[in-house]
């Protein structure tokens, strides 16, 4: 595997279940990303990490719950989400935080929540 | 205001045309920017960086203007395969900020 690969693919859950996404980057990399992406919004940050470490929950509600037990995995635990929370979550990894650190992109979960 | 704000499009125009767009941004402080292609229903993945000189890459290229916040990208020839959404991504500190994108469409 290479690149940055994300599971599942497409995902469809109700409002009280309990699911996770999960991330892994085989580039190498120290840095990973939680994004969102609504049909014709800009792509939201959610949570960044550094060396493992969160640096970054940009206001994200409870109901999403990082997790990233090295530098290679990131999950997203996902409970009692809402209808509006279906978009696309994308995954994506850095070399570092420097500025000007390209991010390599998963190719995402697709996510309904009925 | 928007940190990035981008024109949404479509521009359709057809194959051979040159097509030009531009994005602004907000924050006098960003450091580095780019502009990156999403096709659809795939992930982003990076055209090219802009600097502030100006870059080619190809048939693609950018500006950059710090003066009055904004970055332009030029496509020449354009091909059908150019069809995508193009997004404006700026950095400020470690965080990029997206605009919602241009989509071009290319047709024969």
């Known amino acids: 595997e290479t690149g940055v690969t994300q599971t599942p693919r497409h995902l469809v859950m109700g409002m009280t279940n309990k699911k996770s996404l999960k991330c892994e980057q085989h580039?190498?990399?120290?840095?990973m990303y939680w994004y969102k992406q609504s049909a014709k919004k800009p792509l939201e940050l959610m949570f960044v990490y550094n060396f493992k470490e969160q640096t970054e929950n940009n206001s994200v509600p409870s109901r999403f719950s990082p997790e990233c037990p090295n530098s290679s995995h990131l999950f997203l635990h996902l409970h009692t989400l809402q209808p509006e929370d279906s978009a696309l979550y994308l995954c994506?990894?850095?070399?570092?935080?420097?500025?000007?650190?390209?991010?390599?992109f998963g190719p995402g979960t697709r996510l309904t929540v009925l | 205001r928007k940190e990035v704000e981008q024109d949404p499009g479509p521009f359709n125009v057809p194959e051979g045309a040159t097509v030009a767009f531009n994005c602004t941004y907000s924050?006098?402080?960003?450091?580095?920017f780019f502009w990156y292609r999403q096709d659809c229903r795939k992930e982003p993945k990076l055209l090219m960086s802009v600097y502030s000189s100006g870059n080619e890459d190809g048939r693609f290229t950018a500006q950059l203007n710090r003066a009055s916040q904004y970055i332009s990208l030029l496509i020449r020839d354009s091909k059908l395969s150019d069809s995508a959404t193009y997004l404006c991504v700026v950095n400020g500190d470690y965080k990029l900020s997206f605009g919602a994108g241009t989509t071009v469409t290319v047709r024969a």
């Open positions: 994506a990894s850095s070399q570092d935080l420097s500025s000007g650190s390209e991010q390599f």
């Open positions: 580039l190498g990399h120290n840095a």
């Open positions: 924050n006098s402080a960003s450091q580095s």
